[in-house]
């Protein structure tokens, strides 16, 4: 049997493990062309979190409806092959997780441009990286910015939700790259981990206020501003940058789960300090994977860069998993990893 995770019913505020359930159904048949994957790592990303309102945002991916199947970035082993460019054992990355099957199509399925199903050689690094800091997370943080906040040493970079998947490594490119990085985290551990194994000068948003915080570790201001959060912190970054600074939109987490914070009611500092912010998805930048890699993966082997999973097991820890990472409880990349 093949066991898949499915909405229950619409989360009423924020998500509850018991909005989701596995459903047991027969290990689906590949047709032609198609082959048979056995999940082996899922990656949990709160985007899932957004499709799973009754509405989503006008662009987005629709929503799914009570009964659907989660879809997710996933790696898994050909166990069936109807494709002669997949062989049994191969190691495949696609877009159908929260499940331990799936049939992956010829056809491009992907999650807004990212995703369409690739066979992975390792090279002999973990494969789980392949969806962490060598995959969608990594190429998240690499776009950000270098494509759209174009950063360069000279510049102080605020990263918020710094201890996540994106965070962490778009605040360690950004050191690499010589800018200096501030790093924003939801509790003193995120931020001890932070400042003590990222080496990145961080604090916790809860407290004091945002802008407090942001004045004491860079009284001048900023240059630059990677938002994965949204809400209250964006309206933080306006005030606090100096003139011609920019923003990359990554993320809006602070609005996935349930609660909708006001958009920032300072937008005019943009025309008065000629900020420039400019949303993206890295779907649309895959033609940057390869140096990406190349050059995220040659950091992790020198040990300048320090990755942290948080991994759970089994599919039955699939719907706990996301809602720790969406409340906080967890740092680094979040995985589900499946026997
Ligand atoms: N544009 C793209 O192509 C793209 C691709 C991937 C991801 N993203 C976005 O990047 C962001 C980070 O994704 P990720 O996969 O790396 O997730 P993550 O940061 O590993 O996990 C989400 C984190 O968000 C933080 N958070 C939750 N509610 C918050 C709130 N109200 N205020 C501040 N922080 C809050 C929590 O950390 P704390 O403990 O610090 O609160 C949580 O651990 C998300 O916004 C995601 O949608 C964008």
Request: glycine residues 12%.
């Amino acid at each position: 049997m093949n066991r898949r995770l499915c909405l229950a019913r619409r989360p009423a505020g924020k998500l509850s493990a018991t909005d989701l359930a596995l459903i047991d159904e027969p290990v689906p048949v590949p047709g032609p062309g198609e082959v048979l994957v056995r999940n082996t790592w899922l990656s949990i990303d709160p985007s899932i979190r957004i499709r799973l309102a009754a509405t989503t945002p006008d662009g987005y991916l629709p929503p799914l409806r009570p009964g659907d199947a989660l879809t997710g970035l996933a790696l898994g082993i050909v166990a069936e092959t109807r494709n002669p460019d997949y062989a049994l054992g191969d190691l495949v990355s696609h877009t159908l997780g929260y499940r331990e099957y799936a049939v992956v199509g010829t056809c491009a399925q992907t999650i807004g441009g990212y995703g369409a199903p690739a066979r992975i050689d390792t090279g002999g690094l973990p494969p789980q990286w392949f969806l962490g800091p060598l995959g969608s997370a990594g190429l998240t943080a690499y776009v950000g910015l270098v494509e759209i906040l174009e950063l360069t040493a000279a510049d102080t970079v605020w990263v918020s939700s710094a201890a996540g998947a994106v965070g962490a490594l778009a605040a360690q490119l950004a050191a690499l790259r010589g800018a200096t990085v501030l790093g924003s985290a939801g509790s003193p551990e995120k931020v001890a981990y932070l400042r003590d194994e990222l080496g990145i000068a961080a604090f916790d948003y809860h407290a004091p206020a945002l802008a407090e915080s942001l004045a004491d570790l860079a009284p001048t201001g900023i240059d630059a501003y990677f938002d994965n959060v949204g809400g209250d912190h964006l309206t933080a970054a306006l005030d606090a940058l100096r003139p011609a600074g920019r923003i990359a939109l990554c993320g809006a987490v602070s609005g996935y789960d349930g609660s909708t914070p006001p958009g920032p009611p300072n937008l005019f500092t943009m025309v008065a300090k000629g900020l420039r912010m400019r949303g993206f998805r890295a779907g649309s930048f895959t033609r940057l994977q390869e140096r990406m890699r190349d050059e995220i993966a040659d950091h992790l082997a020198a040990g300048r860069l320090v990755h942290r999973e948080s991994v759970f097991d089994g599919i039955e820890q699939a719907a706990t998993a996301l809602t720790a990472m969406l409340a906080g409880a967890t740092t680094g990349k979040t995985l589900c990893r499946l026997a």
